[in-house]
């Protein structure tokens, strides 16, 4: 075997003595030979992906949940529950993952009905927790919470923005109603963070594509400004954008640029076409922000919507004294 060889190509071939066309597990990997350090290697070149702790699988194989469910099969125990953040991903919401979690998997939220215990491995985030019948379901031969149930207890965080930012991405998945989400918030009273939960559940909107955006329309939310709406639809002489968070009424809106698909030079390009249009065509002022500008604690976001906002005002009395 030839660990240099396999990183000069661009797929893995048949002289990888694993699986090709399914998950394996770090164990058969290093029966087979393959040490973990060539593992890791095979990740951050892209030949591999590392989805949950213990498990690996070849890049080329869909992303989807027969092949998640493949994957947690190998991993999980037959009596434990897939709860939370993997228990979202399992039903398809992949960005309540981690940022990076495909190179360096945290231990799988897996727990027990109340009375039987922890799991006590490596691979497990475990504990005891209630389940009601109607909290779980199967997805391909894996136990899990509903999407409903998982979205109660990802809610349930200290902070609002992390438990918005997955109600967002729950609610997405069209499964659920704000008012079913709602109506059984009560049942969580008296535990740790309801209070969260009871705050954030009725401003649940899966029109947010991302975490940014999610906690840009949050900020927004607690401005003295006009209340903001996701993925705005603006139209102008047979051209379509949809922006983020704005205010159709005055034409302000403010689009998060995440790493992920505003970094290279043809996304930046695609940007500035886009926002010029935006702004002498179609009218808008649009302020974008990145990561570091979204999650830093300093209020710098908030200054950014309040000026925003102020400069679209000065173009709409500009348009109505024209």
């Known amino acids: 075997m030839d660990l240099d060889r396999w990183l000069f190509q661009p797929f893995l071939d048949d002289t990888f003595p694993l699986p090709l066309c399914a998950p394996f597990t770090t164990a058969q990997a290093v029966r087979e030979g393959v040490p973990r350090r060539w593992l890791s290697e095979l990740v951050s070149a892209g030949l591999l992906r590392h989805p949950v702790k213990g498990c690996y699988l070849s890049s080329h194989l869909p992303d989807d949940v027969a092949t998640r469910a493949a994957c947690l099969r190998l991993v999980v125990p037959e009596d434990a529950v897939v709860v939370d953040r993997h228990a979202g991903w ?75 930012t997955a109600l967002d991405a729950l609610h997405r998945l069209g499964v659920f109603t704000i008012d079913e989400l709602v109506a059984e918030v009560d049942r969580f009273t008296g535990m740790r963070w309801v209070t969260t939960l009871r705050l954030v559940a009725p401003h649940t909107d899966g029109r947010s594509q991302s975490g940014g955006e ?29 922006i983020d968070v704005g205010v159709e ?23 500035q076409t886009r926002r010029a249009w935006l702004d002498e065509d179609a009218d808008w002022v649009i302020k974008p922000v990145t990561t570091k500008e979204v999650y830093r604690g300093d209020g710098l976001l908030d200054a950014i919507l309040v000026e925003g906002f102020k400069e679209a005002i000065q173009r709409v009395r500009r348009r109505t004294a024209a």
């Not at 779980?136 to 919470?145: I, P």
């Not at 009424?249 to 940007?271: K, L, P, S, Y």
């Open 90 to 164: 399992l039903h398809g919401a992949e960005m309540l993952l981690r940022p990076n979690e495909h190179l360096d998997a945290l231990p799988i939220a897996m727990y027990l009905p109340a009375g039987r215990g922890r799991l006590r491995n490596k691979l497990a985030d475990s504990g005891e927790r209630t389940f009601l019948p109607e909290d779980l379901t199967e997805v391909e031969g894996v136990r899990a919470t509903t999407v409903l149930r998982t979205a109660l207890d990802l809610g349930r965080q200290r902070w609002p923005e992390p438990a918005l």
């Open 214 to 242: 999610t906690v840009i329309r949050w900020r927004w939310k607690h401005l003295p400004l006009p209340s903001p709406t996701p993925q705005v639809e603006v139209r102008n002489a047979g051209r379509v954008a949809f």
């Open 249 to 271: 009424t005055t034409r302000f809106g403010c689009e998060f640029d995440g790493e992920e698909f505003h970094t290279e030079d043809e996304d930046r390009e695609h940007d």
